[in-house]
């Protein structure tokens, strides 16, 4: 059997596999939204708590005119002054710190805790 034979019966042989392997499926993901607007510049309006354990997305809205992120644990939005921007999270039981990464911000209030059960 030629070199090119046994590489295609292999090519098939694992294709058959992949078909036959059962699907895992995706990770439920819900979403979490988050909004700054002009008449709270300096604060997140919608961050839940307590939250189960589990993946969120984060969506956060900023519609202050001054350039915001969310930071949500480790994960971060880049900074901008208008839009969205998301980011996905698995979120762990404990506590899970958010605030704008942003110098000053989270001392003028953009700070919190969510709790994970």
Known sequence: MSNRIRIAALVVAGAA??????TMAAPKVTTVNVATTKTSM???????????AGT???V?????GIGHNLKVGSMS?????????SITVTLKKGSVPYECSV??????GMKGTITVN
């Open 17 to 22: 596999m992949i078909a036959a392997s059962p």
């Open 42 to 52: 300096f604060k997140f309006v919608g961050v839940k708590t307590p939250l189960k």
């Open 56 to 58: 969120y997305k984060f």
């Open 60 to 64: 956060y809205t900023n519609s202050s």
């Open 77 to 85: 939005t880049p900074t901008f002054s208008s839009g969205s921007k």
């Open 103 to 108: 110098p000053g911000h989270a001392a003028a």
